[in-house]
């Protein structure tokens, strides 16, 4: 058979499944709280970059500006800048350092109205992410901007998904072979969501700065002869079938709402505390 033809039959085949019976995959779900994340969060990433933008903009005709502009402005932090510049009273514009107040000042108010837009979408995801997965976002690692990743991967039907497996390589986690010889290892696996792909890795790199379990597992599975990058990568693996768990599988998630009530109360700091929950 020729190439063309092996071809043809391919394609066929493939038809031929995606028409007929077999073809049971069910689609994503856009009609519950997951695809209200999901909106918000697309509006979130255009602000955060807009906010980046202006922030590099300011910095720039900072460093551009006369002197005496320069020099009370260098030392400052972002935000102090931004709220500086937003002061500013801009004289006759055909003085370039005037025009540069009148821009920096147009730039500073554009950076405080895209902060209140970003703060306001964050309170709205961290609602949002709790009420829909409470027992996801209890997971060590887990904040808002990672669950709505992960609840945006999954979707609003999550159990369509047929195993952990299926999730893995969903995000990416997946191991793929790439043995050689007497050589047994696994590459990185480029396919799948890569935004949900680096949730699992932030997961991952908060459990190793904060968890002495998985500090323990690393160095296990390095001296074993695995390199940190594919160490990680089996991390993520196990994170994933854990993500997948909770998100099918769900535990009621305990109840803190009266906690910080009674540290309170019982006069003991938040240093105390999670010095004795070891966290």
Partial sequence: MTGR??????CRSGARAALGPEAVAAPKGGDGIVESIRQIRVASRSTRAHLTRVSNQIRDLIVTAADPLRCELEPLTTTQRVARCARFRPGDTADPAQAAKLALRALA???????????????????????????????????????????????????????????????????????????????????????????????????????????????????????????????????????FNLLTKPQPAPNTEDLRAQRHTTGHSLATAAAQLNT
């Fill in 5 to 10: 033809c092996a071809l043809i039959v391919i």
């Fill in 109 to 243: 108010r554009q950076h405080q109205a895209l902060d209140g837009d970003l703060a306001e979408m964050r309170e709205h995801l961290d609602k949002l992410t709790a009420a829909a997965a409470p027992q996801l976002r209890a997971a060590k690692g887990i904040g808002p901007d990672v669950a709505s990743i992960l609840l945006i991967a999954a979707g609003d039907n999550p159990d369509r998904l047929r195993s952990e497996a299926s999730f893995a390589a969903l995000c990416g986690a997946s191991p793929v072979e790439a043995s050689s010889g007497k050589t047994a290892r696994h590459r990185l696996n480029q396919g799948g969501d890569r935004q949900a792909n680096h949730a699992l890795w932030r997961i991952a790199m908060v459990r190793l700065a904060t968890r002495e379990r998985t500090r323990a597992y690393a160095a296990r599975r390095q001296a074993h002869g695995k390199t940190r990058r594919e160490t990680i990568r089996c991390l993520k693996r196990y994170i994933a079938r854990e993500v």
